[in-house]
C-alpha cells in the first residue's frame, strides 16, 4: 500500500497542542517534525499559518531546515470568511503563502453551528467551502477538508451533512474528513455512517476525539468502513481528553488487519519516538500506553510467568520487538518461582537447575516486599539481591563506618542540612561533609562526594527522582517509610529502593544501592 493508496496524518503540532499545559515552541515542532518523519507518517499538520507568529514562523523555517523523508508538511486553516472572496481572505492568502503543498481546510458540517458560530446560512457555508477549495486548488496546492462536529452535524441534519461533503469533493478536495469533533460517537455509530456517508463516492478520513473513550476504536471502525486517511496524535496529545492515539491506531492497522500503511519495519522505532516526543512536550510518558508503555509488557503474576517461560505469545498479543518495546518481568510478592527464574535469565543467571536457590530468593523477594520492599520498580536493588545471592556476597565497592545528618533553620533564612559520611574505599579512609537544601540531598552530597575519590565515574551518577511513600500511615511520624531513588549516568538510568523507620534510613539504603549498581554496571571491580 502506498502513501496516496492510504494517509497516516499526524496532527500533534496542531491539534495536539490544545492540550492543557503543553506548549511547543518552534524549535520544539521542529524537532517534532522530524521524529514524525523518521517514524514514517505520510503527513505533518504543522499548525495554522496567519492565526499566531509562532506557527507563521514554524513554516518559514521549515522551509529552510526541515529535510523531510517521508512526510508532506499540510498547513491548516479555515474557509473564507462569510461574504469575502477566497483570493481576497487575509487568512486564506496566509494558506496560500505558507509554502505548504497540502492545505488541511476545516469546514462547518453541522447546520447549528453554521447558524450559530459563523452566523451565516446554510447556503453561504457551501459556497464557502466551494470557493476556498477551488481557489487553493487552481494556486497549486491539494486541498484536505475536514469537516467539524461531523457526526453529530450528520445526526441531527443528515442532507446537509452530506451536502458539505458532495461539495467539498466536486470542488476538488482530495480527502474529506469526518471529524467527531465532541469525542461522543461509539464505534458501531461510526461505521453506519461512514457507510452511509461513501455513497456520495468522496474520499473520506476520519479524525477522532476521546471523550467517550472510544478514539482508537472509532478510527478502527472507519477505516473497516471504507475510509483511507487516518488523522491522530502522537501519545494521544489533544484537548481535553486527547485524540486517538496515532501509533495504538497505526500498529492495530498494521499487525491486527494486515494493512501496510506504514514504511516496512518503521514501526520498530515507535517506542523511542513516542518517548523522545514525549521528552519534548514535558509530559512523561503513559506508563500503561497501548504498545510503547514501559507497562505494555509487563507481567507480574507468577501464572503468567510459568506461562511466557514456555511460551511469550501465550500473554502478550504481539512481539514487543515490532514496535520496539521489551518484555518486563516485574519481581514481587505476587511472582512465582518461574518470575524469578526468567528474571534472573535476563540478568545472566541460571537457576533453572538450582531449585534449592530459586526456592531462596523467592521466599526472600516475598518476605522482603511484606516488610515493605518492591522490587517491580527496583530492578537495580534486585539484582543486588540476586547477585548477593548467587555469589555468596553482596556487591561492595566501600565499607561504611557511619554516616549522621544535621539540619539547621535560622529565623527569616531557608533550612539547610549537613551530612558527615565516613567510609572507607580502595583502602583509604574517608571522612567528608555535603551539604544539600535537606537530609537526603546533604547524605547525596556526602556519599558520592566520598567515593569519587577513589572511583572518579562516580561524578557523572545524578539523582534524578525521589519517591516517598508512607505504609503504615496509621503510626503517623513513626511509620515505616520507603523510597524509590532513580539515578542517571547521562546515559542509562537505574531504580532502587529503602525501607526504614524514617525518610532518612530508608533514603540512605536506596543511596548506597543506586552507587553501588552503578558502580557494578561500568565494570568497576567490587571488594
Known amino acids: ?8 496524518y499526524d496532527t500533534t503540532l496542531r491539534d495536539g497542542a490544545q492540550q492543557e499545559g503543553l506548549n511547543l515552541s518552534v524549535q520544539d515542532k ?3 517534525s522530524r521524529h514524525l518523519d523518521d517514524l514514517g507518517v505520510g503527513f505533518i499538520e504543522g499548525g495554522w499559518p496567519g492565526s499566531n507568529p509562532k506557527d507563521t514562523e514554524f513554516f518559514a523555517l521549515a522551509a529552510k531546515e526541515l529535510e523531510l523523508k517521508t512526510a508532506t508538511l499540510a498547513a491548516f486553516g479555515a474557509t473564507r470568511r462569510a461574504d469575502l472572496k477566497a483570493a481576497d481572505d487575509p487568512q486564506v492568502a496566509a494558506l496560500r503563502d505558507s509554502g505548504a503543498s497540502v492545505v488541511t481546510l476545516v469546514a462547518k458540517s453541522h ?11 446554510l447556503e453561504e457555508n457551501l459556497a464557502m467551502v466551494r470557493d476556498t477549495v477551488r ?18 452535524g450528520f445526526r441531527a441534519n443528515r442532507d446537509y451533512a452530506l451536502e458539505v461533503v458532495r461539495t467539498a469533493a466536486e470542488a476538488g478536495a482530495e480527502v474529506v474528513i469526518l471529524c467527531d469533533t465532541n469525542g461522543g460517537m461509539l464505534p458501531h455509530w461510526v461505521t ?3 457507510q452511509d456517508v461513501a455513497t456520495t463516492g468522496a474520499r473520506l478520513g476520519i479524525h477522532a476525539h476521546n471523550d467517550s473513550g472510544c478514539a482508537v476504536a472509532n478510527s478502527m471502525a472507519a477505516v473497516q468502513a471504507g475510509v483511507t486517511h487516518l488523522q491522530g496524535c502522537m501519545n494521544g496529545y489533544g484537548e481535553r481528553t486527547g485524540n486517538a492515539d496515532l501509533i495504538t ?22 517506542t523511542r519516538i513516542a518517548h523522545a516526543v514525549a521528552e519534548i512536550t514535558n509530559y512523561p510518558p503513559a506508563a500503561r500506553q497501548p504498545y510503547t508503555g514501559v507497562s505494555s509488557f509487563a507481567h507480574k503474576a507468577g501464572l503468567h510467568a510459568s506461562a511466557i517461560r514456555v511460551d511469550p505469545d501465550l500473554y502478550q498479543h504481539i512481539d514487543p520487538a515490532l514496535v520496539g518495546n521489551d ?8 511472582a512465582g518461582r518461574a518470575t524469578i527464574e526468567l528474571k534472573g535469565r535476563q540478568l545472566g543467571y541460571d537457576l533453572a537447575n538450582d531449585a534449592e536457590r530459586l526456592s531462596r530468593v523467592t ?9 515493605g520492599y518492591t522490587f517491580e520498580a527496583a530492578d537495580a536493588s534486585f539484582e543486588l539481591l540476586l547477585a548477593e545471592e548467587m555469589e555468596g556476597k553482596r556487591p561492595s565497592f566501600f565499607e561504611v563506618e557511619s554516616w549522621r545528618v544535621l539540619a539547621e533553620s535560622k529565623a527569616n533564612d531557608a533550612a539547610v542540612a549537613e551530612a558527615t559520611v565516613k567510609l572507607t574505599a580502595g583502602g583509604i579512609r574517608l571522612a567528608v561533609i555535603g551539604e544539600g537544601n535537606g537530609p537526603v540531598n546533604a547524605l547525596d552530597h556526602a556519599l558520592r562526594l566520598a567515593i569519587e575519590q577513589v572511583y572518579p565515574e562516580v561524578a557523572r551518577f545524578h539523582l534524578i527522582d525521589f519517591r516517598v511513600r508512607i505504609l503504615d500511615q496509621g503510626h503517623g511520624t513513626d511509620a515505616i517509610t520507603r523510597v524509590l531513588i532513580e539515578t542517571s549516568d547521562g546515559k542509562n538510568s537505574w531504580v532502587t529502593v529503602g525501607v526504614g523507620p524514617n525518610i532518612i534510613e530508608a533514603s540512605w539504603q536506596a543511596l548506597v544501592d543506586a552507587v553501588t549498581y552503578g558502580l557494578r554496571k561500568h565494570g568497576t571491580a567490587a571488594l
Do not use: W
Open 1 to 8: 500500500m502506498t502513501t496516496s493508496d492510504f494517509h497516516v
Open 30 to 32: 521542529l524537532h517534532i
Open 111 to 121: 447546520d447549528r453551528h453554521v447558524e450559530l458560530a459563523l452566523r451565516t446560512t
Open 135 to 152: 481557489h487553493l486548488r487552481s494556486e497549486g496546492q491539494s486541498v484536505f477538508l475536514d469537516c467539524e462536529h461531523f457526526f453529530d
Open 192 to 194: 453506519e455512517i461512514v
Open 249 to 270: 491506531c497505526v500498529a492495530n492497522l498494521e499487525f491486527k488487519l494486515g494493512m501496510s500503511v506504514m514504511p516496512a519495519g518503521a514501526l520498530r522505532d515507535a
Open 327 to 334: 518484555m518486563r518481568l516485574l519481581v514481587s510478592e505476587m
Open 363 to 371: 521466599d526472600r523477594v516475598k518476605s522482603m516486599e511484606q516488610a
